[in-house]
């Protein structure tokens, strides 16, 4: 139980195009998801947080007009990457709460997903 | 504000010989740990946590963590490691419940035969 997908999992875009990831919580309700970012051989920085229904709360630092998220159902969020650039490149991880497993914080991760912006 | 320190940024231990990976964190209060590991081009696995009571924590493939509060630690232990085990490994604290994670930079650990 407790499975976080992301799709999809490796993109290569254009610079200057917009691209969709999708965060999915297949077995559980969540009402708070996270979007990480991860440069490599770095640690995970936390991008934003999103609640269900509710604008997402953004980091200091991070361009909400550049990296949209929408977290339109229980089940789903969507990080979208506009006006790609090739420094926006990495390795975007998502997390979900399941507050009716644990209300103590613990998160459960996706796989990831590979953007590489040419 | 939370923090998260691995001073440790390699590590490399031979095959079968013990291992800990030491984390410190700073927090007003009892926080909830974790310890992740990555394997590269991977998501995250968590390999145990640590919310309260018994302070020593039993996790997956033969890990364990003891939290320190007197230290403000949560040093990641395996007795005996095994090549598989070469990865990064995140060490991360949660305040309240709802709110992101906080990680640590990683310690990379490779596994010499």
């Known amino acids: 139980g407790a499975v976080v997908s992301q799709h999809p999992s490796r993109v290569i875009c254009k610079s200057g195009t917009s691209v969709k990831i999708e965060c999915r919580s297949l077995?559980?309700?969540?009402?708070?998801m996270f979007w990480y970012r991860q440069f490599p051989k770095k640690s995970l920085m936390l991008m934003a947080t999103?609640?269900?229904?509710?604008?997402?709360?953004?980091e200091q630092g991070v361009e909400k007009d550049k990296f949209l998220i929408n977290h339109a159902s229980l089940t789903l969020s969507t990080l979208t990457v506009t006006s790609a650039h090739p420094e926006d490149s990495s390795f975007y991880i998502c997390?979900?709460?399941?507050?009716?497993?644990?209300?103590?914080?613990?998160?459960?991760f996706g796989p990831g997903t590979r953007l590489t912006v040419t | 504000a939370q923090s998260v320190t691995q001073p440790d940024i390699h590590i490399t231990v031979s095959e079968g010989a013990s291992l800990e990976l030491r984390c410190n964190y700073s927090y007003g209060a009892t926080p909830y740990l974790f310890w992740y590991v990555q394997s590269p081009g991977q998501g995250l696995q968590l390999l145990l946590k640590y919310f309260s009571g018994d302070t020593l924590v039993q996790g997956i493939k033969g890990f364990e963590a003891e939290f320190k509060r007197s230290q403000s630690s949560f040093n990641l232990r395996k007795p005996s490691v095994h090549w598989s085990d070469a990865a990064e490994y995140f060490c991360a604290v949660g305040a309240q419940a709802g709110t992101a994670l906080i990680f640590g930079k990683g310690t990379t650990l490779s596994v010499s035969s």
């Open positions: 997390s979900a709460r399941d507050v009716s497993r644990d209300s103590r914080g613990e998160q459960y």
């Open positions: 077995d559980f309700q969540a009402t708070t």
């Open positions: 999103s609640n269900e229904g509710s604008k997402a709360t953004y």
